[in-house]
Structures are given as C-alpha cells and as structure tokens.
C-alpha cells in the first residue's frame, strides 16, 4: 500500500507558474511516476510534457519520495484537478488531486 498527497495548486493569473509536489508514504518500492489532470467537461489524461510544449516539467526526489510538476506560462485550459499516480503490476494508486485554476 502507499499513499500519495498532492499539494501546491492554486489560484494563479495567466502566464503564472505554480509547482505541484506529490509525496509518498507506506510501501518504500512503490513511488508516484505520473501525473493526470482532469479538466472541465473532459476526462482524465495524462500529463504529457511534450503536448504542452516544454512549458511542463515533471521530476522526482527520491529521498523525499516526492513527485513534481512545474508548470509554467499557465493558460486559463490548465485549470482542472491534477492528480498523481504510483502503479505495481496488480494495482494503479491515486492520490485525492489539487485544484489548479487559472485566471485569464
């Protein structure tokens, strides 16, 4: 078992940047690798760093066992949930997601 926590979202302005960490607890072979979003009206997707340009960076710390997404040059169709998760062979987990909402 592991479990994930978001934080780090937010109300920010157009053009804005805002991190997003994502920390692990419980089972130590099991870390967060990806993050999703879900905007308005849309599904949850992947968080690919290539579709958004090179505006989004996702890194991790091991010895913190923290995901990260930097996301700069934000847009007002950024604004959704964002969500991390850490996967095994038998099972995806999610962490409850942090509001990011951007205001143009």
């Known amino acids: 078992q592991v479990q994930l926590v978001e934080s780090g979202g937010g109300l920010v302005q157009a053009g804005d940047s805002l991190t997003l960490s994502c920390q692990a607890s419980?089972?130590?072979?099991?870390?967060?690798t990806a993050w999703y979003r879900q905007t308005p009206g849309n599904a949850r997707e992947l968080v690919d760093v290539d579709s958004v340009r090179g505006r989004f960076t996702i890194s991790f710390d091991n010895a913190k066992r923290t995901l990260y997404l930097q996301m700069t040059s934000l847009k007002p169709e950024d604004t959704g949930v964002y969500y991390c998760t850490a996967t095994t062979s038998n099972a995806v987990y999610w962490g409850q997601g942090t509001l990011v909402a951007v205001s143009s």
């Open positions: 419980g089972s130590s072979g099991i870390n967060p």
